[in-house]
């Protein structure tokens, strides 16, 4: 049975001298044992985060729609929910 090499990809990227010597002397302080390792293990942590709060975004503004829907729409309560509050301003009398 023959195994499957998954073949790396390349990235390549302009940056300035300044940005490079940073990126150097980040790597040397991370204690990453290759560059390559330090740069992938950045990107993929930050990557990572803007993805989640893309995603909180995503689900606040869904959320928000959905109560502005439903606080503004010309539907009326359902009798549950009619119930509940009926229930409710019994209890705080």
Known sequence: MKAHRIKNERIDIRVT?????????????SGDRTFS??????IKTKSAEI?????KILASERDRK????AIFSDQE???????AAKKYKSSQA
């Open 77 to 83: 309560p359902n009798q549950a929910l009619k119930d």
């Open 37 to 42: 390792g330090f740069v992938t293990r950045v």
């Open 17 to 29: 001298p300044e940005e490079k010597r940073m990126f150097l002397q980040a790597h040397k302080i």
């Open 66 to 69: 959905i109560f502005f829907d």
């Open 51 to 55: 993805i989640e709060e893309n995603k």
